[in-house]
């Protein structure tokens, strides 16, 4: 398994940016898929994004499309989401995963999780 933690979180205003990176540790990131998922006070875990071990596939939910990026970078065993027009429903923790198969938007299909960063949207 790879051990995973995220930073970047933070209070920002609607319509603002955030950043958000998850470091990987591991000779192996490379060979993982890598995603984002993130859970809102009462409400379950849902997918945001996810990217191929090249990096040349992703998938996104249809709540984020054209607004979030999510992209890595091997050599540095990071992952990152870039996060724009942020809106108030997009208020959540954030947790960066890793999975071996490519097209899974299921908690279940990743095996390795962050601690999550919380990230705030105000009004």
């Known amino acids: 398994q790879v051990q995973l933690v995220e930073s970047g979180g933070g209070l920002v205003q609607a319509g603002g940016s955030l950043r958000l990176s998850c470091a990987a540790s591991?000779?192996?990131?490379?060979?993982?898929?890598m995603g984002w998922f993130r859970q809102a006070p009462g409400k379950e875990r849902e997918f945001v994004a996810a990217q191929s071990w090249s990096g040349v596939s992703t998938t996104y939910a249809d709540s984020v499309k054209d607004r979030f990026t999510i992209s890595r970078d091997n050599a540095k065993n990071t992952v990152y989401l870039q996060m724009n027009s942020l809106k108030p429903d997009d208020t959540a923790v954030y947790y960066c995963a890793a999975g071996v198969k490519y097209g899974g938007r299921r908690t279940a299909d990743f095996g390795s999780w962050g601690q999550g960063t919380q990230v705030t949207v105000s009004s």
């Open positions: 591991g000779r192996t990131f490379s060979s993982y898929i």
